[in-house]
Nanobody, 123 residues
């Protein structure tokens, strides 16, 4: 499966953005999926998982909402109330089906990374 992420860009603090990640080559039905981000100078962190369970990192809880559309073979990340500290390259990934309770567990469950899309939150 190949993953193509899109939707990144420049947004002002408090604004919203929706990222998309479209899969080709195989149906996403087979996979759990997730979103990660990597800010400048920081490690990549898992922020949202949709699989056997759902997981959302505290840093984005209540502001970011992940969803999947198996008909469109696409996953989405709706990001609201964006802050400058949300500036990062955002990645989607296919993942194993398991219980996820932390960002670190997400990283170990990745099967395939998509390419990243840059989100910059700045006035």
């Amino acid at each position: 499966v190949q993953l193509q992420a899109s939707g990144g860009g420049l947004v002002q603090p408090g604004g919203s953005l929706r990222l998309s990640c479209t899969a080709s080559g195989r149906s996403l039905d087979y996979y759990a999926v997730g979103w990660f981000r990597q800010a400048p100078g920081k490690e990549r962190e898992g922020i949202s998982y949709i699989g056997s369970s759902t997981y959302t990192a505290d840093s984005v809880k209540g502001r970011f909402f992940a969803s999947r559309d198996n008909v469109e073979n696409t996953i989405y990340l709706q990001m609201n109330s964006l802050k400058p500290e949300d500036t990062a390259v955002y990645y989607c990934a296919t993942m194993t089906w398991q219980e996820i309770t932390s960002s670190e567990e997400m990283t170990h469950a990745v099967l395939k990374w998509g390419q990243g899309t840059l989100v910059t939150v700045s006035s």
